[in-house]
T-cell receptor, first 118, second 116 residues
Framework: EDKVVQSPLSLVVHEGDTVTLNCSYE??????LLWYKQEKKAPTFLFML????IEKKSGRLSSILDKKELSSILNITATQTGDSAIYLC??????????????????FGKGTKLSVKP | DSGVTQTPKHLITATGQRVTLRCSPR?????VYWYQQSLDQGLQFLIH???????AKGNILERFSAQQFPDLHSELNLSSLELGDSALYFC???????????????FGPGTRLLVL
């Protein structure tokens, strides 16, 4: 069964700390891994990773994929209270139709709930 | 604001009833995906439509159905509702079918369904 597992499930840190969130996956056909941040409402896109070893950065957030270890990490440096959210990891798992087309769906992990205390 | 709209924002109904949730994708996006998010199950993929055609099904119950209309908006129909159907229902949209695996899905604000 295809699955995505995130750890830890929850994390409490203080402002200024650096955190590392983990995501591991077992899927039939891996194409890409995505990170989303979910605050009170809809998930918002952070990163998409397709190649191993290439770090993607956006401000204090960065992420990297390790296809050999079937995993990814999301780092947040100098955390702020505004970083408090659930961080979701999803893997795109395509399959191929008989007529030659392909499609797939995102398989989500259960998320890591990050709480940043002032 | 992702550009994806969903109505209604909240819905309270009783067991056995039927409801319809509506989603309008971002301008130019041809794909609509429906997800259910509950406390214990996390985000679960339900169904995907591309340009009016059903393309993939996930963990969608037989009591649930969806369609995508010519103007590309989509509706998710939930019938014979049970207490366990209470959840947040999100739709997301993307430009294509994600065949390349390199497209981002943009999520709407969700519809919170409460079945009493």
């Amino acid at each position: 069964e295809d699955k995505v597992v995130q750890s830890p499930l929850s994390l409490v840190v203080h402002e200024g700390d650096t955190v590392t969130l983990n995501c591991s996956y077992e899927v039939t056909n891996f194409r890409s891994l995505l990170w989303y941040k979910q605050e009170k409402k809809a998930p918002t896109f952070l990163f998409m990773l397709t190649s191993s070893g290439i770090e993607k950065k956006s401000g204090r957030l960065s992420s990297i994929l390790d296809k050999k270890e079937l995993s990814s990490i999301l780092n947040i440096t100098a955390t702020q209270t505004g970083d408090s959210a659930i961080y979701l990891c999803a893997v795109y798992n395509p399959w191929y139709m008989n007529y030659g087309g392909s499609q797939g769906n995102l398989i989500f992990g259960k998320g890591t709930k990050l709480s940043v205390k002032p | 604001d992702s550009g994806v709209t969903q109505t209604p924002k909240h819905l309270i109904t009783a067991t056995g009833q039927r409801v319809t949730l509506r989603c309008s994708p971002r301008s130019g996006d041809l794909s609509v995906y429906w997800y259910q998010q509950s406390l214990d199950q996390g985000l679960q993929f339900l169904i995907h439509y591309y340009n009016g055609e059903e393309r993939a099904k996930g963990n969608i119950l037989e009591r649930f159905s969806a369609q995508q209309f010519p103007d590309l908006h989509s509706e998710l129909n939930l019938s014979s509702l049970e207490l366990g159907d209470s959840a947040l229902y999100f739709c997301a949209s993307s430009v294509g079918t994600q065949a390349s695996g390199e497209e981002t899905q943009y999520f709407g604000p969700g519809t919170r369904l409460l079945v009493l």
